[in-house]
């Protein structure tokens, strides 16, 4: 029997079903093209000039916004001649005192808050899910007690401070489209976006640091004795957990100090995490059984196999 056929016998690498690998993939794709849907939308309409605090994120800049000020900036005439936007409009103090504003820019800023309502479903799915295979799958031998509990405090802390930094999230869009509607006669304080922002944040990236165990005691709880250690996979999965760590204890002492700029490097590695994990889940089953026997089986894909027999000879 050769090794194809012993590892196209193995049964799933967690549970059952195949699916609890997938779905992990699907979600952390789903919400990279959310965020990069939404990135590429805004940045349209905004660049990084006239962004307060030194932060180059048109999004991350309006939810940390803090004063009255630094929303009138962002949506400026700045760059408004070279992106052709309209400026045919005033922001008004209620002390005294407008400034022009690009209605175009406000109305970019609005859709991206509306399509964001969408993507934290998502990722709260997402983190629902780190928190669901971390309960039921973080295992090892070696460590058996330690990691099961370990992986059932790390689920349960994923869970929760995924939840309520999605509906902190919830509350700041809030914020922020009524700041945006409140443009034309600013009075009063700044609605809280800011508070919400990081309040989100600092729980996001808890999360993400306590879902790391699954990924470092990678292959978790493994139904098969016979399934062949993969040292490309668990290489991987390794560099996801300590991603995931070190993002997440980096991002929240940022946002306990207050610090925007390092809170922006957070949440840029924050997509490094979810791209490693996404690869991380999506090639567990192929590498499995080893790196040819993961090559032998992408060459079986159809949109593959052109290649594979392209120049294998008729005897082969």
């Keep these: 029997m050769s090794s194809i056929d012993t590892e196209e016998k193995l049964p799933p690498l967690w549970g059952k079903s195949y699916w609890w690998t997938r779905t ?8 990279l093209i959310t965020g990069l849907v939404m990135a590429s939308l805004l940045g349209v309409h905004l660049g990084p000039c006239g962004l307060p605090h030194q932060i180059t994120n048109p999004t991350l800049a309006v939810e940390v916004a803090g004063e009255w000020d630094d929303i009138v900036a962002m949506v400026g005439p700045c760059e408004a001649v070279h992106c052709h936007q ?7 103090f209620a002390d005294g005192g407008c400034k022009t504003i690009c209605p175009d820019k406000v109305a970019a800023l609005s859709f991206e808050q509306y399509l964001d309502f969408g993507f934290i479903i998502v990722y709260w ?7 669901v295979v971390n309960w039921r799958f973080c295992y090892s031998t070696r460590f058996p007690v330690f990691t099961q509990v370990l992986g059932k405090v790390a689920g349960a802390v994923t869970v929760v401070a995924g939840s309520i930094g999605a509906h902190a999230d919830w509350r700041e869009n809030q914020s922020i489209l009524q700041a945006l509607s409140e443009l034309h006669l600013m009075a009063g304080p700044v609605p809280l976006m800011r508070d919400f922002a990081f309040t989100k944040w600092r729980l996001l990236f808890l ?3 306590a879902a790391s165990p699954i990924f470092l005691f ?3 709880k493994s ?23 070190s993002t997440g204890w980096t991002g ?3 946002c306990v100090f207050g610090d925007d700029h390092r809170l922006e490097v957070g949440t840029q590695r924050l997509n490094l995490v979810i791209l490693s994990a996404m690869l991380t889940l999506a090639t567990a089953q192929y590498w499995r059984g080893g790196t040819l026997v993961a090559l032998d089986k992408l060459a079986k894909l ?5 290649f594979a027999t392209l120049f294998s000879s008729e005897k082969d």
């Design 125 to 131: 799915l997402f983190f629902l899910y780190l928190g």
């Design 252 to 254: 929240f002492l940022a």
């Design 24 to 31: 992990g993939a699907l979600l952390g794709l789903a919400s």
């Design 223 to 245: 139904n098969s004795a016979d399934a062949r250690p993969s040292a490309f996979s668990h290489v991987l999965s390794w560099i996801t957990a300590l991603l995931a760590f």
């Design 302 to 306: 159809p949109v593959l196999s052109f």
């Design 86 to 92: 309209s400026k045919d409009e005033n922001a008004c």
């Design 218 to 220: 990678w292959s978790g």
């Design 207 to 209: 999360a993400i640091a």
